[in-house]
């Protein structure tokens, strides 16, 4: 199997990287500044066992790579860049006939829920993944991988739902790098469990890494994640289960000499990239408040805040806690 890592940032990068040194055959797709990066010097993954450089194939998108039949699309774009992913590479033809849509299986390796829905109007084999792997990305060919001893956990199954041989196949490959991959028939009620999480997001690209002053709004939200996950009938994994499937395996550990950097958001801010994933993490939520008539004032303003900080290109975690906890009380 030949891995095409669409979108090789943070998530995409530390996992074609740690994909090629375990011995798989991958292919990076990348774009501007770090696309030239790679090309010209590869792309290096820093972790807690030091630099390493990986001189990979590098593409700006489909209409450079031959696809074949032995092909996987790793979508790894954050969910607000997936159209125009899903639509550039679904239609390209693969040896021996056929296209990528209609033949290639395509891993969702994103936060959020929507990710899968997009990808499977445009394809017919489509696998949910879970992310939980610590990764930056904020200079062009480099990104880090402070996750020890484990680099990540990788849950995967089909979308919408169960398990096939495809799903054991990258998973085996996942695992021979320092990956632990477990392949479940429910990978939505892990990712509904992530999203959970991931309301943060909003808060640290607002006002930076998550601190205990912080955490009654993150638990305010999060209660209006609970209510309307509850309300849309769905059924997120337990926490208990969630953290006795990670358990120690997964720590943060500084590299580089570098603090921890917050999360997705914030770095997408941090780069200037002009967009957020907002949408899709407190947007979710509070999509599902207004179909099934359950308030989410919380997640409205961070849903509000993070696309202001993007669109205005806004330092990340500028904002005081207070200014944002004002800001809810005035929508409640």
């Not at 959970?196 to 994640?225: F, H, T, W």
């Not at 499937?245 to 914030?266: P, T």
């Not at 330092?315 to 005081?320: K, L």
Request: contains cysteine; aromatic residues 6%; charged residues 25%.
């Amino acid at each position: 199997m030949r891995y095409i890592i669409i979108g090789a940032g943070a998530i995409g990068g530390v996992v074609g990287g740690r994909l090629a040194e375990s011995g798989a055959d991958v292919v990076l797709v990348a774009r501007g500044a770090h696309y030239e990066a790679i090309r010209a010097d590869g792309l290096r993954v820093e972790g807690h066992e030091g630099m390493r450089t990986h001189p990979l194939p590098v593409v700006r998108g489909p209409e450079e790579l031959e696809l074949g039949p032995d092909d996987v699309l790793f979508l790894a774009v954050k969910t607000q860049d997936s159209v125009a992913a899903l639509d550039a590479w679904a239609g390209r033809p693969v040896s021996g006939g056929g296209t990528a849509g209609e033949r290639l299986p395509v891993v969702c390796a994103q936060n959020g829920v929507e990710g899968e829905r997009l990808a499977l109007r445009r394809f017919r084999r489509v696998y949910g993944m879970c992310v939980w792997l610590p990764a930056t990305f904020l200079e062009p060919g480099l990104v880090g991988a402070p996750g020890s001893p484990l680099t990540g956990m990788l849950h995967i199954g089909r979308y919408p739902s169960g398990v096939d041989e495809t799903a054991y196949a990258i998973s085996r490959d996942l695992e021979k790098a320092p990956f632990e991959a477990p392949v479940v028939p429910d990978v939505m009620r892990w990712k509904y469990a992530k999203l959970l999480g991931n309301i943060g997001n909003a808060m640290e690209a607002a006002c930076g890494v998550m601190r205990d002053e912080m955490v009654p709004l993150y638990r305010r939200a999060q209660s209006e994640g609970r209510a309307v996950l509850t309300a849309a009938g769905i059924d997120p994994i337990p926490d208990a289960e969630g953290e006795r499937a990670r358990g120690d395996k997964i720590g943060f550990k500084v590299v580089g000499g570098r603090a921890r950097s917050a999360g997705s958001s914030w770095q997408s801010l941090s780069r200037g990239t002009g967009t957020i994933e907002a949408d899709f993490l407190n947007g979710e939520i509070a999509l599902l408040g207004r179909l099934h008539g359950v308030p989410t004032p919380v997640n409205d303003v961070l849903q509000r805040v993070a696309n202001a900080f993007a669109r205005e290109r806004r330092e990340a975690g500028s904002m005081p806690v207070a200014e944002l906890e004002a800001l809810v009380d005035e929508e409640s």
